[in-house]
Structure formats: structure tokens, C-alpha cells
């Protein structure tokens, strides 16, 4: 008679690690959508339980919007490439993750979304006061409000509404000055347009005196000033200064966006140029 004896050793034999070696493209539009090709080796040779993700980058691995977000489909094309449909996100220097049956392999720094762009600022200038509501257009910023800001010359806006990822709101702050830069923030990311928007220059309409002789006076004069655009800050314009007929008056006080007042120096002669 014969006896027939086996013998058996586990854990001596394993099939490669799946491999992902590049991606294109490399950036994608924050609102996902499009495809990208996932170039390596051992992804089967057929679709298995085959699944690919984009990995979470090292400064937004703990966002709840970032990272570690699966592809919202995957086609399996051969065992050296697959179809991710991306999923929506922000940001850049994420990852690729290869998922083959159990077994995983990353890719670091391997894709972006688009940073924020501005195209144009639909007001080009705008009274001293503020208060204007102003659209501001462009591309990639979010899908929803993602903490979205603008500022107009460093200052930020009153309000700041997301409308969709090319537009936005800006309630504009009160200022000074022309050829403001416009500055949107998208989470971590800035974008810049400059010499986007100016304030409405100051325009002087008259002024009047409260004694009756300007020419000479044991006491000085009080001047009032009427225009527009003097500002409506009290701080910003509390460093105003006017002069009369080349001299500097003793005292300028802002009274309003629209009114000045000069406590003019003594002096002689009929025609004075207001500055």
C-alpha cells in the first residue's frame, strides 16, 4: 500500500503592488467633473474591485473639502491605465491613490485644482462713502461659500456674498485714493487684480465765509466748504487739509462727506483759490 503526504507553507508568494507612476492633467476646475488618466502597472486585467481616490495634501488632510475624496467614477481601460472622473475640491499637491482588490499604492504631489482667477470688477469707481454693491467676476472660487473674501486696496468689503464659482458681491467700504487693487480670497488661496477701482476724487462746489470782510480782520475767518467726495471717516479724514490762496488755514475740520470747515489765517485781497 501507498501513502500519500503533503506538506504546505504559507505566506511565500505574492502578486506586485498595483503602481500609479503619473496623471494627466495635472489641475483640474474646483468643480470637478473632468477626467483624468491614470497611468502604471498591475491595476489587473480586468476591472476587479478596482478604485482610485484623490489622497488628502499635507496642509489640508484634516478639511472636510480637501482630500481623501474618491472618485466619482473610475473606468478600468487595462493594467497599466485608468479613468478617474474627478470630484470637486480646492487646493493643490494632492495625490492619487491605486486601489486593486485590497492592496494600495499611492502617488504624491500629483494634482490641483485651478487657483482662484479675477477677470473683471464690473464698478470702476465709486463715491469715497462706500456702500456700492459691485460684481465681481472670474473662475474657481468654490462650489459653495468657502470662506470667500474680497478686499478692495487691503480693506475688506463691507459684505462679501458668493454667488457661483465665477461670480461674487462686494458691498465696497468707505476709502480714498485711485487704482485700487482687488484681492479674493478662497480659503488658503489669493488672487490679485490690479488697478481695478478708484474712489470718486474730491470736487469743490463753493464757499462762503461767516464775516463780512475776507480782506482784513483783527479776527481770522471761518470758511465753509461745499463739495463732495471729503470722505466718511472721521479718522481717515481728520488728516484733510485746505488752504486759501496758497496759505494753509489755521485749523480744517471735516464736517461731512460734503462739508469742510477752514479757520483761515488773516490776509489781504479779493480772489482766493480754494485747495
Request: aromatic share 8%.
Amino acid at each position: 500500500s501507498a501513502v500519500a503526504r503533503v506538506a504546505t507553507r504559507t505566506e511565500v508568494f505574492s502578486y506586485d503592488l498595483p503602481g500609479v507612476s503619473c496623471s494627466a492633467p495635472g489641475n483640474q476646475p474646483t468643480t470637478g467633473g473632468n477626467l483624468v488618466s491614470l497611468t502604471g502597472r498591475n491595476f489587473g486585467t480586468q476591472a476587479y474591485s478596482m478604485a482610485s481616490r484623490i489622497s488628502g495634501n499635507h496642509a489640508t488632510a484634516d478639511s472636510n473639502v480637501n482630500g481623501g475624496t474618491a472618485c466619482e467614477s473610475n473606468t478600468w481601460s487595462s493594467a497599466t491605465s485608468i479613468l478617474c472622473k474627478a470630484p470637486r475640491g480646492l487646493l493643490f499637491g494632492y495625490g492619487f491613490i491605486a486601489t486593486v482588490g485590497v492592496r494600495a499604492k499611492t502617488l504624491s504631489d500629483a494634482f490641483s485644482y485651478d487657483a482662484p482667477v479675477i477677470y473683471g470688477n464690473f464698478l470702476g469707481n465709486g463715491p469715497t462713502s462706500g456702500g456700492s454693491v459691485v460684481t465681481v467676476k472670474g473662475q474657481s472660487y468654490g462650489w459653495l461659500d468657502m470662506t470667500t473674501k474680497l478686499r478692495y486696496g487691503g480693506t475688506a468689503c463691507d459684505s462679501t456674498r458668493w454667488l457661483s464659482t465665477t461670480a461674487l458681491l462686494c458691498t465696497i467700504p468707505e476709502g480714498n485714493s485711485i487704482m485700487k487693487s482687488v484681492t479674493v480670497s478662497v480659503h488658503f488661496l489669493r488672487t490679485t487684480l490690479s488697478r481695478a477701482f478708484s474712489y470718486d476724487r474730491m470736487v469743490l462746489e463753493m464757499a462762503y465765509i461767516q464775516t463780512s470782510n475776507m480782506a482784513t480782520s483783527l479776527n481770522a475767518s471761518n470758511v465753509i466748504i461745499i463739495g463732495d467726495n471729503f470722505g466718511a471717516d472721521p479718522l481717515i479724514a481728520s488728516s484733510m487739509m485746505v488752504h486759501v490762496g496758497g496759505s494753509a488755514c489755521e485749523m480744517s475740520r471735516w464736517i461731512s462727506t460734503t462739508t469742510v470747515f477752514c479757520k483761515q489765517t488773516n490776509g489781504v485781497g479779493s480772489t482766493y483759490q480754494i485747495v
